[in-house]
């Protein structure tokens, strides 16, 4: 099973992006997806949660400026930043619970650089 970001890049104060990732191999089921991030010199930290039913917990720090969803047909999870703010700059990981033909077991992305400076 592979975990594919894609989406980042730079952007000015005020500004958005939107964070896509794919999950591919023989995957049976996909249970929880978060997206993490981490600054430099900081630890990595949860930013939102979607259950498969499409429950969604956000931190407090990115509460209605981000928006979560997924599309279990294709097995990919999606991040929406607004309003973006310097503080938003770290590496953007994906996260995944998903079940292969054995169990259960996690799987984590390669990380997509976020960057928000004026």
């Known amino acids: 099973v592979q975990l594919v970001e894609s989406g980042g890049g730079s952007v000015q104060p005020g500004g958005s992006l939107r964070l896509s990732c794919a999950a591919s191999?023989?995957?049976?089921?996909?249970?929880?997806m978060d997206w993490y991030r981490q600054a430099l010199g900081k630890e990595r930290e949860l930013v939102a949660t979607?259950?498969?039913?499409?429950?969604?917990n956000y931190a407090d720090s990115i509460k209605g400026r981000f928006t979560i969803s997924r599309d279990n047909a294709r097995n990919t999870v999606y991040l929406v930043m607004n309003n973006l703010r310097p503080e938003d700059t770290a590496v953007y990981y994906c996260?995944?619970?998903?079940?292969?033909?054995?169990?259960?077991?996690?799987?984590w992305g390669q990380g997509t650089q976020v960057t928000v400076s004026s």
């Open positions: 996260y995944g619970r998903i079940r292969t033909s054995g169990s259960w077991s996690d799987y």
């Open positions: 191999g023989s995957i049976v089921e996909t249970n929880v």
């Open positions: 979607i259950t498969s039913g499409g429950s969604t």
